[in-house]
């Protein structure tokens, strides 16, 4: 049973950081792109970045670009979401997710398992 664990979120003030933590088990990690979600309150589940199996590839959605990295170590099959500059808007409910294949995709169908999420609160 393919499990993800997130950790890593908290409350933080404005221009500050956090980095997320997703551990992930129960497939061969390294052979999965891996992605982040993120939902803010009353608004819908949006994609965040994403990472091709190899780490070579990412993707971000414009408003996180130049602030956020997302990484991944396979020899500890955990993939990581840096979050520098962080902004009140970026507060969210935080998901990591794991592909159906090696590619990295912005949509949501293009995921099969989800963590259960972890919390950023940025104060202004």
């Known amino acids: 049973q393919v499990q993800l664990v997130e950790s890593g979120g908290g409350l933080v003030q404005a221009g500050g950081s956090l980095r997320l933590s997703c551990a992930a088990s129960?497939?061969?990690?390294?052979?999965?792109?891996m992605g982040w979600f993120r939902q803010a309150p009353g608004k819908e589940r949006e994609f965040v970045a994403t990472i091709k199996w190899s780490g070579n590839t990412t993707y971000y959605t414009d408003s996180v670009k130049g602030r956020f990295t997302i990484s991944r170590d396979n020899a500890k099959n955990t993939v990581y979401l840096q979050m520098n500059s962080l902004k009140p808007e970026d507060t969210a409910v935080y998901y990591c997710?794991?592909?159906?294949?090696?590619?990295?995709?912005?949509?949501?169908?293009?995921?099969?398992?989800w963590g259960q999420g972890t919390r950023v609160t940025v104060s202004s």
């Open positions: 129960g497939r061969t990690f390294s052979s999965y792109g």
């Open positions: 997710a794991s592909a159906r294949t090696d590619y990295a995709y912005y949509q949501e169908y293009g995921y099969d398992y």
